[in-house]
């Protein structure tokens, strides 16, 4: 059974930093991409970027250059550092995952997610 358990939310400054991270589980993480959402209060839910089985990677415009993501299959981990965050970056952060080596960023081209985890924002 896959799970993916995200951590690392919390709140912050505008302006700092955090790092999130997501265990996964269940599966063999080098033969599967992996991503990150966020869903706002009152929005839809949106991909952030995401990481296929060979390091490569894949960002929203929004994000480019603030966000970083990296994974460690040793440990079945995936990490999001988020850098000069602004209070637009404030919400639930889910992890995904999905069979395959590429790079998507829709809703519907994964199967596995995890519970979310918050960040808020403050100006």
């Known amino acids: 059974q896959v799970q993916l358990v995200e951590s690392g939310g919390g709140p912050v400054q505008s302006g700092g930093s955090l790092r999130l991270s997501c265990v996964a589980s269940?599966?063999?993480?080098?033969?599967?991409?992996m991503a990150w959402f966020r869903q706002a209060p009152g929005k839809e839910r949106e991909g952030v970027g995401s990481?296929?089985?060979?390091?490569?990677?894949k960002f929203e415009e929004v994000v480019e250059g603030r966000f970083a993501i990296s994974q460690d299959n040793a440990k079945n981990l995936m990490y999001l550092q988020m850098n000069d965050l602004k209070p637009e970056d404030t919400g639930m952060y889910y992890c995904?995952?999905?069979?395959?080596?590429?790079?998507?960023?829709?809703?519907?081209?994964?199967?596995?997610w995890g519970q979310g985890t918050q960040v808020t924002v403050s100006s």
């Open positions: 990481i296929d089985c060979d390091d490569s990677t």
């Open positions: 995904a995952a999905d069979h395959g080596c590429w790079l998507p960023l829709r809703s519907k081209d994964f199967a596995y």
């Open positions: 269940g599966f063999t993480r080098s033969r599967h991409s």
